[in-house]
């Protein structure tokens, strides 16, 4: 490759510092970095940490200085509650400045975390610009997620505040938040002194003495300015599973982030000012963070949020109405979105259906784009579908199709090349360089880009532990694949015990102590297995304990329902099978792997330390049998 891409990548390569100093002068700066990156006492990377700025200011208040009040910013479609309107950027402002006003008045000053647990609506996206707006850290929690989940991540983040409505919109059911939101205050130990309920008429909440009702507050606010802040200072946490059930709360800095999404948005999406971007996705996950929220905003493009689901919303042509009614120019969604499509349109009516010659191109991300559902996409849309591969941590594309530098040649079940800002390398178990087409672990050379992680939040130690010390001087993306002759990306899926189901990040670990838990269970091993819709989906064995009396399906209906109860309805473990015994090392450690390639059909790769090799028969007559 000699073009345009390459020519930046080695620009990049050559001084990413001076790479990056340049790429700062894209946004207005209230103190503009002098310095690119620098390492703190605990060696961690921190970009423009001389600069001062607002990331509230660089999403709405500078367009309307610039004299773009008049154009909308967000489009708000609900499907789900038949509902539609939209925000200019002075609107969005005049709103953001008054309840960042109601937070002030509250005592939220910058630096104080709040919790934001809210569905697909206005209020959430107002409410994450009105904490940037005060230097506030916020931390959205996906309104998926059950109490516990929440709770966990109050303790972890200790907000001053929670913003919150009073129900989510779900296909078929309205989602009460009231009684899960106090009974995550229950089961929290820090103790938030207040949460603003925004009602919706769908279901209303019932307040009690600590609660604010949203729009009464918003009645007598008076708008609050923006809070310049250093470019190290921390705009929100995104917490992400990770191998074990607690958490990690990703940081993202206002500087680097700010840098990285204005960057992004002309080379990863090829997007101008004024155009609509669209990303189907949630605020609760890092996609709805960067794409439905910050970059388009700080881009000056139109932003949709959309309420609704891909099919049965009211049905599978949901997505090209959408693109027709706002003339939308680039489209994001997960594989998983488009599968569903597929399913139940599998000739595109829809598509056709409706006039979509505004779409320049569709972006998929969450999951590796398969094969199929590319060739699917390719065939009935015309378009060019550009996978591209990122994580929570990095909250921008790793690899990416660079289309504002240039349009490469797409190679299906490839994110295609390394986007300028990250190194990416290929590494052996005893870290040596992987040859082309060899397969090892995706890992990404120090420091990484502006707009990734410097750590987790409180938690250092397992930052580094997790992500920097199995090859010093790299960071460890926790994916698997490997790089072609051509240099293009192929991405193969997770080393970890980290799933990906329906584009949601699941942890089966954190569902194998949920599992263990239950009285009945003697152990248990939960992995991820090939799913058509949605890529994967956990399931469960368990070895129920040697004096259990009763009906094992019982348990597993138990097991189901403690699952759906502590981490969320996304979570889907449905399938619990009880064994007579697992398959385990001499060591003593289960090998789920193996149990994976079991269930999928694949060749079965037992290491040599396997205990008894012939319980993998075992297991395959037990579940014939059942
Ligand atoms: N609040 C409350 N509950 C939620 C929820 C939310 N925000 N999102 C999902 N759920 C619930 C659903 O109602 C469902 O509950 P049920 O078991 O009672 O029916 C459960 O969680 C599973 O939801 P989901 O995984 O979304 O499955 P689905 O069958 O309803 O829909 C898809 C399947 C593929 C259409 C849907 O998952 C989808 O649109 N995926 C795209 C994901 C995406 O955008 N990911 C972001 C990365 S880009
Ligand atoms: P999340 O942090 O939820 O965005 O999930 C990140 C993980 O999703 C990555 O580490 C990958 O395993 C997977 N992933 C995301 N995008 C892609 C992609 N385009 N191709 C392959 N895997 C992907």
Same mark, same amino acid.
């Given at each position: ?44 990377? @921190? ?6 700025? *607002? ?110 409505? %009073?129900?989510?919109?779900?296909? *078929? ?9 106090? *009974? ?9 002194? @207040?949460?603003? &309920? ?13 609660? &604010? ?43 680097? @982030? ?121 065939? @009935? ?50 870290? %040596? ?73 699941? %942890? ?12 009945? +269970? ?23 304990? *040697? ?7 019982? +348990? ?20 619990? +099978? ?35 090799? %012939? ?12």
């Amino acid at each position: 490759m000699q073009g345009n891409y390459q020519q930046q990548y080695q620009s990049f390569i050559h001084d990413p510092g001076e790479f990056w100093l340049t790429q700062a002068k894209r946004i207005p700066w209230f103190k503009a970095p002098q310095h690119a990156y620098t390492q703190d006492n605990d060696g961690l990377y @921190h970009w423009y940490a001389d600069s001062q700025l *607002n990331s509230c200011y660089l999403a709405l208040d500078q367009h309307v200085a610039a004299g773009f009040g008049e154009q909308t910013a967000l489009i708000y479609d609900s499907p789900v509650t038949d509902s539609k309107c939209t925000y200019s950027y002075l609107q969005l402002q005049q709103e953001v400045a008054k309840f960042a006003g109601v937070m002030q008045s509250l005592g939220v000053v910058k630096g104080d975390r709040v919790v934001i647990y809210m569905p697909m609506i206005p209020q959430a996206v107002i409410g994450m610009l009105a904490c940037a707006r005060l230097g506030a850290i916020h931390s959205v929690v996906f309104g998926g997620f059950a109490a516990h989940e929440l709770a966990v991540r109050i303790d972890d983040a200790k907000p001053k505040l929670i913003l919150s409505a %009073s129900c989510g919109v779900e296909v *078929n059911s309205v989602i009460a938040y009231k009684p899960l939101i106090d *009974n995550a205050k229950k089961l929290a130990e820090h103790k938030v002194a @207040h949460s603003i &309920i925004y009602q919706r008429k769908h279901s209303t909440a019932k307040l009690n003495a600590t609660d &604010i009702d949203w729009e009464q507050a918003m009645q007598t606010a008076e708008p609050a300015d923006v809070v310049p802040v250093a470019g190290d200072h921390p705009l929100y946490i995104l917490y992400t599973s990770g191998t074990t059930g607690t958490p990690k709360g990703v940081i993202r800095e206002n500087a680097g @982030h700010a840098v990285a999404m204005h960057y992004s948005m002309e080379t990863v999406y090829g997007m101008q000012p004024g155009e609509v971007f669209w990303a189907a996705s949630d605020i609760g996950w890092v996609v709805g963070h960067s794409y439905i929220v910050y970059a388009p905003l700080m881009f000056r493009c139109t932003t949709v949020l959309y309420e609704g689901k891909p099919v049965r919303t009211p049905d599978a042509s949901a997505f090209w109405r959408v693109v027709e009614e706002y003339q939308v120019n680039a489209l994001f969604s997960a594989p998983t979105a488009f599968r569903a499509i597929k399913k139940e349109d599998p000739t595109a009516e829809g598509f056709k259906k409706y006039d979509t010659t505004s779409l320049k191109r569709l972006f998929l991300a969450g999951e590796r784009l398969d094969p199929a559902t590319y060739a699917w996409l390719t065939e @009935h849309t015309q378009l060019p579908v550009l996978d591209h591969w990122w994580q929570t941590e990095t909250g921008w594309a790793i690899a990416c199709n660079p289309i504002g530098i240039e349009q490469l040649n797409t190679k299906p079940g490839s994110a295609t090349v390394p986007t300028p800002g990250f190194d990416v390398q290929i590494l052996n178990v005893d870290g %040596s360089q992987c040859a082309a087409n060899e397969q090892g672990a995706v890992v990404i050379k120090l420091p990484l880009p502006p707009g990734c992680l410097p750590t987790i939040w409180q938690n250092t130690k397992r930052y580094k532990a997790g992500y920097l010390s199995e090859y010093p001087g790299y960071y460890l993306t926790g994916d698997g694949g490997y790089l072609d002759d051509d240099g293009y990306l192929f991405i193969m899926g997770r080393t970890d015990d980290v799933i990906n189901v329906a584009g949601h990040r699941l %942890s089966t670990g954190e569902m194998e102590e949920i599992v263990a838990a239950h009285p009945a +269970v003697a152990e248990c091993a939960v992995f991820g297995v090939n799913d058509s819709l949605k890529g994967q989906l956990p399931m469960a064995m368990i070895v129920l304990k *040697n004096d259990f009396i009763g009906n094992p399906t019982d +348990v597993e209906q138990q097991l189901i329902l403690a699952v759906r109860n502590q981490i969320g309805a996304i979570a889907c473990l449905k399938n619990i +099978v009880s064994v007579e015994r697992l398959p385990k090392t001499r060591s003593g450690k289960i090998l789920r792997k193996n149990l994976r390639q079991l269930i999928d059909g694949d060749e079965l790769q037992i290491p040599s330390t396997i205990d008894d090799a %012939s319980i993998f028969n075992e297991i395959s007559q037990q579940l014939n049998d059942r």
